[in-house]
């Protein structure tokens, strides 16, 4: 009888079918989990009759598929039936009401919005075999702080998105990319370093992070996507590595408290509204290598702003990067030889 009732159930799963945008910040928080203090104490692992799993890798190790257990506290355990569990499913816990959850190093992989809205869940250990974090994976969950392992190579989009309660997150060196609104309303995070393995920064990754102040950006950053900082009205203080070839639309838009920002020589576009509302800059320096500037790049800005342009004339900048680089800008623009452009000397 007793190995009867630790037999599992090896059942799949449906398909996701996730959403980024279900995991998208709610307009107001809902309503937090009522938890016994007993419950938070540490546990030996969760029955491994709380877990379905199916074999994966030539039945070589086992993904959780769904989480069938009651209690609030979550001890994954690193093998189930004797076969190492290597991976955790999409949306085994979506939803459910925990408020912590160890992940053992056998674990590879944490799939799409395995603990997406458990807004409830407050503490994470992430075992030190994940290499990759999931579309989604967490959420719109309560995690104050996190350190992702040392061999995660990808943060997926939505990773953390709408985790407004976090306030500290530790990116290693090995990780490579991060996803589109990988962060996005992350309004607790004050700071950020991006590690110099990091190549791609992906379209909204710190989108509306209100309340970021400063950001390092690894040296090794080629591409920095659309959005990317949009609305970060708090951000500071940013320095783009020379890494940097591509800045996209709308990447600083709305960043009213940028005061400097060096945009680096090895840079060739720049996109539509790039530094729009950026009104805190006092001046930009375009290099001579950008062949491209999106329409409306400073859109706002003031005559207390200058624009320094890689030509000798506005026109000759016109023929370049199209004229709508202007639209609704009144900012002051030098030539490369500092002089202020007029209407009389514009075109000269």
Known sequence: MAETARKINFAGKRSAGIVIAELLPLTRCPEKISIESGNTQKQKYSPETDFKATPVDGGKGVMI????GTSFVVNIPP??????????GELVFYGKAIISATIPNSVKSIGTAAFGRCIGL????????????????FGRSSLTSIIIPNNVTSIGEGAFSGCTGLTSITIP???TSIGGVAFYGCTGLTSITIPNSVIFIGGGAFYECTGLTSITIGSNVTFIGERAFYKCASLASVIIPDSVTSIGWYAFRG???LTSITIPSGVTSIGDSAFNGCTGLNSIIIPSG????GDSAFYDWTASQTIKIPFATIAAANTVWGSAWRSSCSAVIKNNAGVIMTQQNENV
């Open 122 to 137: 407050t503490s994470v250990i992430i075992g030190n075999s994940v290499t990759s974090i999931g579309d989604g994976a």
């Open 65 to 68: 598929t769904e989480y069938i």
């Open 79 to 88: 093998k189930i039936q004797n076969i190492p569990v290597t991976a955790i």
């Open 255 to 257: 960043c009213a408290s």
């Open 290 to 293: 950008v062949t491209s500037i």
């Open 173 to 175: 060196n090995s990780v």
